[in-house]
């Protein structure tokens, strides 16, 4: 019976300590974590998300390197974009495709788009006479 009991608080304790997850961007109402701005634009919003759990909130991707540059990368456990053509949902940097071009107006001119599907990025890179990169290149 105590053998039970134990192997319950194990299994409990093993399932409360989830992987970090990331949270919802609310527009209007959460702020940049580096420019302090509210975040309005759903194009452009990304995410960090820690190994403890805890999101940071970005409303430009050129906040989100800025803050990237002074933080250990060995507290990170993803790093997330909104797909500019599907919705704005978040997914991961590294699986992302990127177009940078001087009249996409992003909120703090970083200018840069993510796409989570390489035919759309290469579409609109074409269209505006641009390349798409990965997230290696973004982040140099």
């Known amino acids: 019976m ?5 192997i319950y608080f194990i ?6 300590c989830g992987i970090p997850t990331q949270e919802p961007i609310i527009l209007h109402k959460d702020k940049c974590n580096e420019c302090k701005m509210t ?23 050129a906040c989100m ?7 250990d ?11 500019f053509a599907n919705n704005h949902s978040l ?7 990127f ?4 009249s996409i107006n992003s909120p703090m001119q970083g200018n840069t788009i993510a796409f989570a599907n390489k035919d759309s990025a ?5 269209l505006h006479n641009t390349y798409v990169i990965r997230w290696k290149d973004v982040i140099k």
Do not use: M, W
């Open 122 to 126: 290469i579409n609109y890179a074409t």
């Open 91 to 97: 997914h991961l940097a590294t699986h992302s495709f």
């Open 99 to 102: 177009v940078t071009f001087e």
């Open 65 to 71: 390197k800025d803050y990237l540059s002074k933080t």
């Open 2 to 6: 105590r053998s039970n009991l134990f």
């Open 73 to 83: 990368d060995n507290t990170i456990a993803q790093i997330l974009i909104a797909d």
């Open 39 to 61: 975040i309005s634009d759903p194009r452009f919003a990304c995410e960090i998300v820690t190994k403890k759990g805890r999101v940071y909130k970005f409303d430009d991707l």
């Open 11 to 16: 299994v409990v304790a093993l399932l409360s």
